[in-house]
């Protein structure tokens, strides 16, 4: 009898890979173009201060959430052999009792943190809503790693739109009715709700509570490597925010959480896709190097090309739409910032790929390492800037440490030989090109809103054509991957 959840093939992976990152590509992408001009709508609606608050108290959820898994849905994941049952089982008991301990602590003193950072009534609300939002993540877990560990990958992005569509709709909704940040509370409560049904409903599992001593024992030794490099993550960056929030004013708060959530757009346009199919992907094709070695380096270029010119373009068209949108001169102060955290997004998009390679190859702990040295450097200059430059600091420190984080490319070639500068000089040099074409084009123009369309489709055509006189070969053949994937041979 077939077994529907039997060992993939090499080739079965590779398609499996490919047609998950141009599904999640192309199944998100409307998502996140609704998403993009839903946040930016929010920004005009609400003042820098409630994006202070929430920035700040999302801070302290992810160190909860953090601490909420111990890495066993990465080991999973990871994991060669089939996982049974009662690996299922073991993790989901392990989490759930993680997580019902750690909403329960932070339900209980939320009340102390609001008045440590002096947050209102419903500041105090959104922090007890997004502790409460854990659980409802929490119990996505195992229907997650399914769908993700069999590259299920059309039916997993599913949850994903419908949260993201549910959440900004909702939100403009409540703050065009003048809700303020509790416009953001409500929609994290409909959101999560929403998707812990939808995931259940299209990858079915039977909770239960059990406990295996050797499944845990097995699932752990990698699980907490892996999971000691998101608590030094969480240190490196949600804590950090969480101890400027108490030296910083809000409002200077709600710039830096302005300027790097724009910043990192582009990444998590496309580096969340890929991340989400590339892990799973690239663990089972551990034992081939030569097929993961042209999986990753297909990947880099995708993740290049797509994400160097939105930056580039990002960054010319952003002082053009403080002055023309209405409401939106007050974000003004935080563009420098923008500038600074668009250098940190040009290198993760690198080298967060060889990251999850290494994770891929069971190597955590050489990315442990490699943390707490990004960690240490983090918080040194972000305090040292501060002190120099007031809270632009924060974003020049953050792209002074990414800047650094290209070591990963001398523990990566240790492990498998990648042609890295081949894969991105041509999107490098195409938006390198563009991003200064247009920086002289923009200087000869008025400031209003037809110039901006002007550049933005002046923007996107000199790219393409650059792109297609550089690297007409690859073009080609990535394009020729994404239509059969689109429309498959019968």
């Known amino acids: 009898m077939a077994n529907s959840y039997e060992q993939l093939d090499i080739e079965f992976i590779k398609r499996k890979a490919i047609s998950g990152v141009v599904t999640f590509t192309l199944r998100t992408f409307f998502i996140q173009i609704y998403t993009f001009f839903a946040t930016f709508v929010l920004t005009i609606l609400l003042s820098p201060e409630v994006f202070g608050v929430y920035f700040i108290v999302l801070a302290l959820i992810n160190i909860l959430v953090y601490f909420s898994d111990v890495g066993l849905a990465a080991a999973l994941i990871q994991k060669k052999e089939e996982p049974k049952r009662i690996d299922l089982i073991t993790t989901f008991t392990i989490q759930q009792s993680i997580v019902l301990f750690l909403v329960a602590i ?152 302005w300027s790097q959530r724009f910043a990192f757009l582009p990444l998590r346009f496309i580096m969340d896709n890929v991340i989400k199919v590339t892990f799973p992907a690239y663990s089972r094709l551990q034992n081939d190097l030569n097929y993961m070695k042209s999986a990753i380096e297909k990947s880099l270029f995708f993740v290049t090309f797509i994400i160097y010119p939105l930056i580039s373009g990002l960054v010319v068209i952003a002082p053009m739409v403080i002055k023309i ?122 400031v209003n809103i037809f110039s901006l369309i002007f550049i933005i489709m002046i923007g996107m055509i000199i790219y393409i054509i650059l792109s297609f006189l550089i690297l007409r070969e690859k073009l080609t053949e990535s394009l020729k991957i994404v239509l059969s994937v689109i429309f498959p041979m019968k």
């Open 106 to 257: 932070g339900l209980i003193f939320s009340g102390r943190i609001a008045n440590f950072y002096n947050l209102s009534v419903d500041g105090l609300l959104l922090l007890r809503m997004l502790i409460f939002s854990l659980l409802l993540s929490s119990l996505k877990t195992i229907p997650s790693i399914l769908l993700e560990r069999h590259l299920k990958f059309t039916r997993f992005v599913i949850p994903q739109i419908v949260e993201n569509f549910v959440f900004y709709t909702l939100a403009i909704i409540l703050a065009l009715n003048g809700f303020g940040i509790s416009s953001i509370t409500w929609s994290i409560f409909a959101r999560g709700l929403i998707g812990l049904i939808l995931i259940y409903i299209l990858s079915p599992f039977k909770p239960d509570i059990g406990f295996n001593i050797k499944s845990a024992k097995r699932l752990v030794s990698f699980g907490i490597p892996f999971q000691l490099n998101s608590i030094i993550a969480l240190i490196k960056d949600d804590l950090l925010i969480v101890v400027i929030g108490k030296i910083l004013p809000i409002i200077q708060i709600g710039y830096i959480g």
């Open 325 to 446: 949108v209405p409401n939106y001169s007050k974000w003004e102060p935080a563009l420098p910032l923008l500038y600074f955290f668009a250098i940190n997004a040009i290198f993760a998009a690198v080298n967060t790929t060889l990251t999850n390679t290494l994770f891929a190859l069971g190597k955590p702990s050489i990315i442990l390492k490699l943390m707490m040295l990004w960690t240490i450097l983090t918080w040194v200059l972000t305090f040292f800037f501060i002190k120099l430059f007031g809270f632009a600091g924060v974003a020049i420190a953050s792209a002074m440490v990414s800047i650094s984080t290209s070591i990963i490319i001398y523990f990566v070639n240790k492990e498998i030989k990648i042609s890295i500068t081949r894969n991105i000089y041509g999107p490098i040099v195409a938006s390198g090109v563009m991003f200064f074409s247009l920086k002289i084009i923009e200087q000869n123009l008025p």
